[in-house]
């Protein structure tokens, strides 16, 4: 996740940004605990 929205975005794309980051840890961790926990984050935008 961009931390304080260090790249000035917008809320629409910040919003987007954070659900592909959630969507992207979750991914490449699959199957653990944190992942499980990313991925319920993970929603339509």
């Known amino acids: 996740?961009?931390?304080d929205n260090a790249a000035g975005l917008d809320d629409g794309a910040?919003?987007?940004?954070a659900q592909?980051?959630?969507a992207w840890?979750?991914?490449v961790c699959w199957g653990d605990e944190?992942?499980?926990k990313r991925?319920?984050?993970?929603?339509?935008?």
């Open 34 to 36: 944190f992942a499980v």
């Open 20 to 22: 592909a980051s959630a």
């Open 39 to 45: 991925l319920a984050e993970v929603r339509a935008v």
């Open 1 to 3: 996740m961009l931390p």
């Open 25 to 27: 840890e979750a991914a």
């Open 14 to 17: 910040y919003d987007v940004a």
